[in-house]
Structure formats: structure tokens, C-alpha cells
């Protein structure tokens, strides 16, 4: 049982930091104001989410469930909601409301709202079926599979945290900020436009 939650908290962390498309999913909320880490949060609850909603039917259904047809249909909507959080912010950016967004609070319910949503949507498709679900069908007892769903999810959750709560950090002066965020926008519109091109099962 201890080697479920070792291998599922490395392939968490693992499944955060080596999939770009997370990173360029977290960068443009990241960007726009204080509280990056609440978002990077939030996110990371949703994403676990999906994969635990994927991953109890899987193991309920163990060799029923096709995995790669909801894994494709998850990635397309995901690589979607991307691009739409890119537009999102090039349109923030571009209309220069940084004195009207001081004066609100730092996350608002839309931000909450637009993290848990595009979280779970890449946890419904995806890498996450790779290193999140498939390993825990490979053990032999369901107690270990649900430890290691666990521990997959809890280090997923901490480890977006971190990376949105980095971001934050660097896009805290203005002068960061003014370049880091249609930057960040551009990338996330490239990475949901390449990842809607390439072949399903991809990323996550």
C-alpha cells in the first residue's frame, strides 16, 4: 500500500510539471491578478475531479469503459476551453483594465468558476488516464488502486498550486506583468490549436 501512494504522488507531480498543456492552461489565470495560487488550486481540485470520476468508473467497469473514446473526446474539449481562456486574456490585456481590476477582489467567482471547469475538463482526457487511471488498474487489490488515485490526485492538486503560486510571484510587478500576460495568452492559444490538430490521446 505505501508503494500506491509513493508511485501515484511521483506520477502526480510528474503528470503536472511535464505537460505543457497544463502549464499554458494555468499561465494566463495566473497572470491577471493576486491570488494565483487560489486559481492554480482550484484547478487542480477540478482536474482531480475528472480523474476520479473517470478512474472509480474504470475500476468499477474494468475492461468496459472505453477509456481512449473518453479520453479523445475530453481532449477536445479541453484544447477548446485553452484556447478560449488565450482569447480571454489577449481581450483583459488588451483593453489595459488593470486600474478597474485593482479595485476588485483578487479571485472573483468567474475565475473560480473557469478554473474548476477547464480542470476538469483535462481531467476527463488525456495523459491523466495514463498515468492517473491505467497504473491503478494494474493493482491487484482495489485498495491500493483507490490509494494511489488518491495520492495521484492530492500531489496533482499541490503541485498545480505551486506552479500557479510561482506564476503569480512573476507576474506580480507591472512591468512583468504588462508582457507575461498576452505572452501567456498567445501560448495558451497555440497549445490548445496544436493539441486540437494533433492525434487524441495526447497531453492532458
Known amino acids: ?15 503536472v510539471v511535464a505537460g505543457p ?17 487560489i486559481r492554480g ?12 470520476a473517470v478512474g472509480c468508473v474504470a475500476l468499477l467497469m474494468q475492461g468496459l469503459l472505453p477509456l481512449q473514446l473518453v479520453s479523445s473526446l475530453g481532449e477536445r474539449l479541453a484544447a477548446g476551453a485553452l484556447i ?13 483594465d488593470e ?23 483535462h481531467g476527463l482526457g488525456g495523459s491523466s488516464h495514463y498515468l492517473g487511471i491505467l497504473p491503478a ?16 490526485g ?11 503560486f510561482v ?8 512591468g512583468t506583468r504588462a508582457w507575461l500576460a498576452p505572452i501567456a495568452g498567445c501560448v495558451a492559444i497555440v497549445v490548445g490549436v496544436l493539441w486540437l490538430a494533433g492525434p487524441p490521446a495526447r497531453g492532458g
Open 137 to 152: 488498474l494494474g493493482f491487484s487489490d482495489p485498495i491500493s488502486a483507490c490509494l494511489y488515485l488518491a495520492a495521484f
Open 21 to 37: 498543456d497544463h502549464l499554458a492552461a494555468i499561465a494566463p489565470l495566473a497572470s491577471r491578478r493576486s491570488g494565483a495560487w
Open 99 to 121: 486600474a478597474a481590476s485593482a479595485l476588485r477582489p483578487p479571485t472573483t467567482r468567474v475565475d473560480v468558476q473557469l478554473a474548476s471547469g477547464f480542470g476538469i475538463l
Open 41 to 52: 488550486f482550484v484547478w487542480g481540485v477540478g482536474h482531480t475531479s475528472g480523474v476520479w
Open 154 to 164: 492530492c500531489s496533482t492538486i499541490g503541485a498545480m498550486t505551486a506552479c500557479a
Open 84 to 96: 478560449l481562456v488565450g482569447l480571454r486574456t489577449l481581450v483583459h490585456w488588451a483593453r489595459r
Open 167 to 174: 506564476m503569480g510571484l512573476l507576474s506580480r510587478p507591472a
Open 1 to 15: 500500500m505505501l508503494d500506491a501512494l509513493l508511485i501515484g504522488s511521483l506520477a502526480g507531480i510528474l503528470h
